[in-house]
């Protein structure tokens, strides 16, 4: 399983980001797809989950500005980024959970940087 995300750039605080993560690969069943980022000199932190009913979860600093969502069958996850901050900048990582085997994979990051 592999997972590549596209979607990050330089972008005005106040403006909006789409970032996309696809899986490659078959023979598993997608659980828990999820994006964390990393800020400069921070720890990395989960950021909006999505769980295996389509139940989203969101970290409380983004809530109300970014939207996480899934296509099941194109094994995609979206983070749809609004009313961007400082604060948002950092590395975009995208997680996957599988069952069927259990797994647990992460994909490559994109950048996201907020220009004053």
């Known amino acids: 399983v592999q997972l590549q995300a596209f979607g990050g750039g330089l972008v005005q605080a106040g403006g909006s980001l789409r970032l996309s993560c696809a899986a490659s690969?078959?023979?598993?069943?997608?659980?828990?797809m999820g994006w964390y980022r990393q800020a400069p000199g921070k720890q990395r932190e989960e950021v909006a989950i999505?769980?295996?009913?389509?139940?989203?979860d969101y970290v409380d600093s983004v809530k109300g500005r970014f939207t996480i969502s899934r296509d099941v069958a194109k094994k995609t996850v979206y983070l749809q980024m609004n009313n961007l901050k400082p604060e948002d900048t950092g590395v975009y990582y995208c997680r996957l959970a599988t069952l069927n085997p259990t797994g647990h994979y992460w994909g490559e990051g994109t950048e996201v940087t907020l220009s004053s």
């Open positions: 690969g078959s023979g598993f069943t997608i659980n828990v």
């Open positions: 999505i769980e295996y009913g389509g139940r989203p």
